[in-house]
């Protein structure tokens, strides 16, 4: 609270009359940075401060006239909860006549805008000790709110355990993952010592990092073990301020206990090492060794030759025989290989060859030579291996990454940085910012080397520096007890400039270090098993002993901790389905007879569930040809296999479903090559003349547009349009000629079938033959016609005898008046009414008759418009009525005004006419769904009998007679014809003396 009215020096007042003691007083009190304002014994404010409306954002006449703790302003506490009336502070001092401090609350005014007090209200007294009103002083505390808030929602982003120490080593804060992993008694943490809490910390390295900390004033990092209870080892990062410690720790017991188990689980790698060898000989790679003197290949392996497309072995082979099958634009690169090997020693390199079939494949090869006691190469032996599906997975993958090489900003889990030639960050961004004592905001604008210290800097400059020279370049490296990994790349402009780099750096701590090592050691050394393997065997045959990797000993139940994981081939023959046990068996046998090549696909049980293998070998044999050694390799293969069944499977469901269409389909390739075409098809067209080649050929279909009867061009057809990547949903009519010398009417629809890149793949569209639904169309359109005319020449035939009874009816009346007695008189009466009744429903009739021959073309029409052309009609029925139209806005639709503005015109002569004895009362609404207007005509009449809601839209249908009601009964009939027309829909819901709903859908203008 503001302490600049505490002080006042008395002489301020002494030399000055009342009037100016008031005025140097209001002058202080507005100078004041705190809000002043005193109430009455009412509670009405009699003074205010400048400050004091500024901060409730009102002028001093609103304070007066609202009072400052009326519902005017809205008053929540310091958790956001609105207060009440009676725990507002202002009102609590007058109502209680007790004074409140520091009271903290929220005030929201007129603006919207809230703002947070702390409040000191105190009661005054006048001279008889009674109530005679208050003094209040607040402070605007928001900003305050504002950094404590901020403060809260840092710390609650912290993952890691937490606390803070003040310089007395007392805990200022815990959260809820410290509290977690060391306050194990739960008494709480925060205000207490850390020496006295944990007493045994303050003989350990924790007090003399934590003390040099303090008096150096730089971060440390260290690991400890805490003993028992806790039983645990922390890492702790400690990070000293002038007013103490900030220190985050995490429990790395874990880490500590797979650094322990190092030793041993490199000795199983050294024991899998030479297993894994074998493996390495029965995979797909091929071997071979070259005497240097002799020019011979004395060693092949069978698998080197097939890579070369011979399925038997080559009588010789040498390095020519090699060179003669490398692709003729590797081949000068091949031989300098080469001769870089004559000085290195080895090689190593991935070419084209072709193999003798003129298929082009990839290949990996590398090798080393034998020197002699000279020095000088005498025998080379080397491995090739085809990689050709691996090369073209790193050539898509290089092709992707030159597209999409700038990653996203917004990079989970790490770091994301620009820099340019100057090494000054440009851009800094990433969730990684929340684990380093770094800022984005502190990176950018600032050089490199100003940001990180020396030894992180010596580390990442390398990377920084081979992106900005146009190489990627990857580091690991150890920040803030973090490990991180960091890739930096190029920028490059359109000219393929570098014009800045770009990092990426992701926090790798939490992976399994040395089983990543282990997995990786396996993979370099599993060289040669594809994708997917689950395992690798060795079968030892004249001991009959199976010896597994650990994989396959988990699949088969054999105890992976034995070293030799032992099991007889029986055993492993038993988990192969008995459907195929007996073919396997057999090619097992074959193998080992023959010493030769193994392979089989085959399934197996594994916990019950049945799963596809492969299973790849070559059994070694001595040199009388006993079988010896059958190593090998198994793959996993079940994803694919169940692919492979239901592609198949759906195949076929397509193909069925594709013949038994009712339509037509014809498929086309991007080229436009018709591809397909189903038997519909073929029977419209007359024959199967789809064997067609391009676009270009599509000139021997004949036919004419149907509604124009223009000729149909080649870009006109309905594929050509597909393959150009239109989908043709409004559907293209022809006039065919068919093959067979037959005239047809077709209706096609299209659409085109895209790749992964958006680019039409396939065109498929479907002929529909409407040959006799157009000539029904056309019998019915005449067969309307002649209607039309016979309601015409009907009801201009009845209208004239009618005119002619009407006209001598009223003669009679006129002249023979006198001489008619009352039923003459009424007689004459009746015959007059019959007769306008007769003649009204003729017009109905025509009218009725003409709703789809006469209307108009539609075109968007404002219903609103129509509406009020309705009303006005209609004034005089309306006034004479007492009625009351209510309307909501109206939308604009696609249709007929003059049809429908006699739509609404029946409706509302309707709504009025049997409203009953009240004066009518009628809403119209609108409503829409999809591209459908639903619109609503409401009254609260006599209603309608639910089960008479259909026969009321029947021509001459009513369900009140002649003498209760006027009308001809074709009034709703009409409106349903009209509302057909439009595409839609009416319908009346109503109950008797309840009213009742006329409801009817139009389409939306487009």
């Known amino acids: 609270m503001s302490e600049r009215a505490r002080n006042v020096d008395g002489t301020f007042w002494d030399d000055a009359n009342d009037s100016e003691s008031h005025q140097r007083c209001r002058t202080l009190l507005n100078a004041i940075d705190d809000g002043i304002v005193v109430v009455d014994a009412d509670g009405g404010p009699t003074f205010a401060n400048e400050r004091a409306t500024d901060i409730l954002d009102c002028s001093r006449d609103e304070l007066s006239r609202l009072g400052v703790g009326t519902s005017h302003w809205t008053f929540f506490d310091e958790s956001g909860e609105p207060l009440e009336q009676a725990e507002i502070p202002f009102n609590r001092v007058v109502d209680r006549e007790k004074p409140v401090s520091e009271q903290t609350l929220g005030v929201r005014g007129s603006s919207g805008e809230r703002v947070w007090l702390s409040v000191n209200g105190a009661p005054q007294w006048d001279q008889n000790d009674e109530f005679d009103g208050a003094v209040f002083v607040f402070e605007d505390v928001t900003d305050q709110r504002d950094v404590e808030s901020e403060l809260e929602e840092i710390l609650g982003r912290v993952t890691d355990a937490f606390y803070a120490l003040d310089e007395e080593f007392r805990f200022t804060h815990v959260n809820e993952r410290a509290e977690e992993l060391i306050d194990f008694e739960g008494e709480g943490l925060v205000g207490r010592h850390i020496w006295e809490a944990f007493e045994w910390a303050g003989d350990s390295v924790i007090r003399e990092e934590y003390e040099r900390a303090m008096e150096t004033q730089n971060p440390t990092s260290f690991e400890v073990y805490y003993p028992e209870p806790l039983d645990t080892w922390f890492e702790i990062h400690v990070y000293p301020s002038t007013t103490g410690l900030s220190v985050y720790f995490r429990d790395v017991t874990d880490r500590k206990e797979r650094e322990s188990e190092r030793a041993e689980l490199l000795r199983e790698l050294r024991e899998s090492e030479q297993r894994l060898q074998l493996a390495l000989e029965a995979s797909e790679m091929g071997t071979w060794e070259l005497d240097l003197q002799t020019r011979e290949s004395p060693a092949r392996s069978p698998r080197h030759d097939r890579i070369f497309g011979y399925e038997e072995p080559l009588e010789g082979w040498d390095f020519e025989a090699f060179l003669d099958h490398v692709h003729p634009d590797d081949r000068e690169r091949v031989k300098r290989r080469f001769e870089e090997a004559f000085e290195t020693g080895t090689w190593q390199f991935e070419c084209r060859i072709l193999r003798a079939d003129g298929e082009e494949r990839v290949i990996a090869a590398r090798g080393e030579f034998t020197v002699d006691s000279e020095g000088e190469p005498v025998r080379a032996a080397g491995t090739v291996q085809d990689v050709t599906e691996r090369a073209e997975r790193e050539q898509a993958l290089e092709e992707s990454e030159r597209r999409y090489r700038t ?271 189903n038997d519909t098809a073929r029977e419209i067209w007359g024959s199967d003349a789809f064997d067609v080649a391009s676009i270009e050929e599509y000139d021997k279909f004949s036919a004419v547009w149907a509604d124009s009867g223009e000729p149909v061009e080649r870009e006109d057809w309905t594929m050509y349009q597909v393959l150009q990547g239109e989908e043709v949903q ?277």
């Not at 997995?519 to 597994?548: C, R, S």
């Not at 009449?941 to 249908?957: A, L, N, S, W």
């Open 407 to 677: 990653l996203a900003e917004y990079f989970p889990n790490g770091l994301v940085t620009l820099f340019d030639h100057d090494l000054e960050y440009t851009l800094a961004a990433g969730l990684g910012f929340d684990r380093i004592p770094v800022e984005p905001d502190s990176l950018e604008g600032r050089q490199f080397h100003d940001v990180w210290p020396d030894e992180t800097a010596a580390e990442l400059e390398p990377a920084f520096q081979a992106a900005l020279e146009g190489e990627e370049a990857s580091i690991e490296l150890e920040y803030a007890g973090r490990e991180w990994v960091l890739h930096a790349v190029p920028i490059t402009d359109d000219e393929g400039d570098v014009f800045a780099g770009m990092t990426m750096a992701q926090d790798i701590t939490e992976q399994k270090e040395r089983e990543q090592y282990l997995e990786n050691a396996k993979a370099q050394l599993e060289a040669a098993t594809e994708a997917g393997a689950v395992g690798t065997w060795e079968w030892h045959v004249p001991e009959d002993k199976l010896i597994v990797s650990g994989s396959l000993a988990n699949a088969f139940d054999v105890d992976a901790d034995d070293d030799r994981r032992e099991m007889p081939l029986e055993r492993f023959l038993s988990s192969i389905h008995e459907e195929d046990r007996d073919r396997v068996a057999a090619q097992i046998e074959d193998a080992v007879e023959h010493c030769g090549e193994y392979e089989a696909e085959y399934r197996v049980r594994d916990d019950d569930e049945l799963r596809w293998v492969v299973a790849r070998g070559h059994v070694k044999c001595d040199e009388t040809g006993t079988a010896q050694r059958f190593p090998g390799v198994m793959t996993d293969i079940t994803e694919r296999k169940r692919a492979e069944l239901e592609a198949e499977k759906q195949s076929r469901e397509l193909e069925t479903l594709f013949q038994v269409l009712p339509v037509g389909a014809v498929v086309a390739n991007e080229d436009g090559s018709l591809l397909r075409a």
């Open 730 to 1006: 409004e559907p293209n009519i022809y006039e065919i000629s068919t093959f067979d010398d037959r005239q047809r009417i077709i209706m096609e629809h299209g659409k085109p079938v895209r790749d992964v890149r958006g680019d039409v793949h396939r065109a498929v569209v479907t002929l529909t033959d409407i040959t006799e639904r157009r000539a029904y169309r056309r019998k019915l359109e005449e067969s309307n016609e002649r209607l039309e005319q016979f309601a015409y020449a009907a009801s201009h035939d009845l209208q004239e005898p009618l005119r002619m009874v009407t006209s001598y009816l009223q003669l009679i009346e006129n002249r023979y008046a006198d001489a008619l007695d009352d039923d003459g008189e009424e007689f004459i009466e009746f015959a007059v009414d019959g007769a306008t009744r007769m003649q009204k429903m003729i017009d109905g009739l025509l009218e009725y008759a003409r709703v789809d021959t006469r209307g108009n073309p539609f075109e968007p029409v404002e219903l609103n418009a129509i509406l009020e052309d309705v009303l006005e009609d209609l004034r005089v029925q309306i006034d004479e009525a007492d009625a009351e139209i209510r309307a909501d806005d109206l939308p604009r639709v696609d249709g007929d005004a003059s049809q429908l503005r006699q739509v609404f015109q029946n409706l509302l002569q309707n709504a009025i006419e049997y409203s009953g004895d009240e004066p009518p009362r009628v809403e119209i609404a609108a409503e829409r769904t999809g591209d459908r207007w639903t619109v609503s005509i409401r009254d609260e009449g006599i209603g309608i009998d639910p089960d008479e809601t259909e026969r009321i839209f029947e021509v001459f249908q009513r369900l009140q007679s002649t003498e209760e009601s006027e009308g001809t009964g074709i009034g709703l009939a009409l409106c349903q014809r009209i509302v057909e027309r439009h595409g839609g829909d009416i319908w009346v819901d109503s109950e008797p003396g309840e009213g009742a709903t006329v409801s009817f859908t139009l389409s939306a203008d487009a």
